[in-house]
Structures are given as C-alpha cells and as structure tokens.
C-alpha cells in the first residue's frame, strides 16, 4: 500500500497486486469483526468510477504507538473468515440505507 489522499474528500488507497499493476481504491468503511479491524475498499478505474460493484476486503491494523505510520493491510485467505466479513459488510449496508431512510423521513 502507498500513500493515502484526499480526493474530493473521499479517502483513497493505492494497492500494487500481484502482478506489479496498481489500483486506486476509495475506502468505504472499516468494520470490526470478532475483535479484528478489517477495510473495506472499492476499486476504482483511471475515471475514479467503479464499474462493477465488486468490493474489495482486506484485514485492517494501524501501528497504536505510531498513529502517522501507514496502517498495514492483510490479504484474507480462509474462505469462511473472509464469508464473515463479507456477512458484517452486508449488515453495515443494511444500517446505511435504514439511516438513509430514516433521515428522509425525519426531514
């Protein structure tokens, strides 16, 4: 992971994958998952636009002594951790868009 920015203020992380190639994602949420942080990333094309709707999860964890230091961001490889965070993801969705509702009727 490289730097993080700000563009429009929405925060972004650049990954370099596998295969040497780098991707911007914006950063929807971090969740907290059966006592681990995990980010949940949208990757975006060279517009800044996602086309697919496919989200990215990584695990999440931010060095405590030093809170400038980049945090550091892990692959998930157990299918059934990765199902629970996906599972948490949908939850956070849910939340967002009974807020969203909520907010509309209050107005």
């Known amino acids: 992971m490289s ?10 992380v650049d990954l ?5 190639t780098n991707v911007t994602c914006a950063v929807i949420t971090i969740l907290s998952v059966n006592q681990k942080e995990y980010i ?3 990757p975006l094309d060279e517009n800044g636009e996602n086309q697919n709707g496919e989200v990215w ?4 964890k ?3 002594d030093n809170p400038n230091e980049e945090p550091e961001l892990q692959y998930i490889e ?3 951790e990765y199902e629970i965070v996906s599972d948490a993801f949908d939850e956070f969705l849910d939340n967002q868009e009974f807020d969203e509702l909520v907010e509309e009727e209050t107005e």
Request: overall charge negative.
């Open 78 to 80: 157990d299918d059934e």
């Open 57 to 60: 999860f990584y695990g999440y």
């Open 3 to 12: 730097e993080q920015n700000f563009a429009e203020e929405e925060m972004t």
């Open 16 to 20: 370099e994958l596998e295969d040497g």
């Open 62 to 64: 931010e060095n405590q």
């Open 40 to 42: 949940a990333l949208l």
